[in-house]
């Protein structure tokens, strides 16, 4: 294991794994096999099936006896990391209307050092809802353990307007969709003779005794969690389209789709389609298995749970190459690797492709590969951008933006409409570029003023990495400039003196201004904008986190752009941004930054995690334009249209585009 020798945290681990049962030979690097365990074992009963029963599942899961080093030194490193956090103080009373997301941090993790749990699961569980119902997509705890699998349910829901009236429907192309999941999947429930066919396009009046509606906010309450506004987290229970790497995908939801397996099945009243009457239903799940593949309890432990060499971070002056963030690409005097805000959707490991039915039909402009689908709308005039995230190849992004609008000009297109829907985010630097695309280099920054924390640790950061002359960290001021575009020196040290900030009466000092540097680009920019920006629009469901919301505020506080956003509950807001950090750290990033600045050592410091698992947070703030006092995650920025999905519009992009398109360029 990465940076451990005989004794300290490897005497802990060999310590932690006697008391769960294990012997010496779990230690080994994942994909060790291990000696047969009794046939009661309930992980071997499940071992090298691709789907299983969510009881059996969980049976696995649940085997791991509840262990005291392991809560000590994973609390230890999550209340460490909580003290680079940028909004911890903001939750201790979240500002209106994202009141829901209030929390005592330090009071929480206070209660679960102290709780009782019987197995490690309990524990891994009750730390995982803490910090997902943070509804902060970027800082959350993803144990592997315990998100090797995922419950599918054969009945994923939809909110649609139908003869003027919303209702929850069971998605219309359901036996288009869920056959795309595979025979291996469908034929259980042939087995056990349940018919998920008939299902399709149903009207649901009550999910598990509830009203439909009041038991899609109660997901989106507790399970939902990424973004902070609560109708932008009921979007995300439904079904939707989405791009997946570079492909179309269609979304399970949360609902019918949770990364636990702790649900044997749902219970629905609906009317099925082409009857009146009323009927209760108990739809069963079936697990997805999709982690590392085991033979038995020792090696799923081993193999899945156990730290291994990609969990914790590394010392670049003597590691040069293992950092565990995305290889350097080269835009301009930064050698940082690139910064990204993107949320964690486990649901996209193992992403089921969007019904060929309803995909465009329309001709890509430029037939890209990328993240970005470009097509012309039948009316000749409307240039549709699909962004499907941030991600993706970077070079290859800014050259798709500009391969489609050169085919726009060049086909007399004189408004452009962007879909956003469900786009997680991903490189910081591609949503300033798209930004400053549209808007021409003449318009200046295309970012926002950002701080760090600047906790005493995180002061020691800076100054040591300006003592040893490190470049390739993010704490190195290197990578950063003033607000007027000029770069800081290598020595400028950002956090000397910290800027005084109180939040809800704590203090929480954060480091000087700064911007992020991006340029130059890998392509040129134009110098004036390539269309009127009042004849620029955007569309989504309002799941457009991280980079996707820092693009989104950026292009409404300084444009004045339109927006639309589709579905949600009926007579309930939704935000057309889901949470806006400006940059978000991995846990390996985190501790290679204290490891390279020479500080593991440091009281304050972390120590190596002793499972497998990450704890991401976010670690800098980007403060609005409108008010420069106010973080734009806590901006309250409500679209100008709202619109319900229909049977027509809900799962068709090329649908929602051209209604969209006659909607917002009156």
Partial sequence: MLGLGASGPALAIGLAFAALGFSDSVLLARGATVSAKPAADPCAKIAGQTFVLPADAFACQKSFPFNQTLRSNVLEVVSRVFDFYTFEEYYLRSPPPFQE???NIRGELDRISKAHYATDYDFNRDLYDFAHQLNDGHTAWFPACYNSFQNLLPAPIVSLEVNGTQNVFIIPDLVEFISLVGTNYTSFFDKIGFDWKRLAGAKVLSIAGRNAYDYVDHIATTASGNYLDHGVRVNSVFSSYRIVNTDFSQRFGDLAGPVFVDQNSLTFTLIPVGSTREETVE??????????????KASFWANNCAANSATNGVDLKTQQGQQRQTPHI????TSRPPAKGVIMDLSAIKAVALPPTFQPTLPQVNASAGVIKSYILPDKKTGVMFVGSFEGDFVQFQTDTVSAVDAFQKAGVSRVL???TDNGGGFVCLGEFLHQYLAGSNFGYAGFQSTARGNPLAVKLVANNIALNLTNTNYSPANWQFLNGTAFD???NYMDPTEPLVVNGVSNPTSQRFGDICTPFNVPVPATPPFDLSQVAIVSNGDCASTCAMFSTVMNERHGTKFAVFGGKPGENVEFKGMAGNQVLEWADID???????????????PDLLVNANFRHNWRTAWSYFDETRPIAYVSELPKLRFAYTPETYNNPQNLWTFAATQLFK
């Avoid at 079936?286 to 038995?296: E, K, N, Q, S, Y």
């Avoid at 080269?330 to 005097?333: A, E, I, V």
């Avoid at 290679?592 to 972390?606: M, Q």
């Fill in 490 to 492: 290598e020595t400028h």
């Fill in 592 to 606: 290679t930054e204290i490891k390279t600045a020479n500080l593991k050592n440091d009281p304050l410091a972390p």
């Fill in 330 to 333: 080269q835009t301009g005097p």
């Fill in 418 to 420: 962007i879909d956003l």
């Fill in 101 to 103: 997301s209030t929390s």
């Fill in 283 to 296: 739809i069963p799940f079936f697990a997805t298995f999709v982690g590392m593949p085991f033979t038995d």
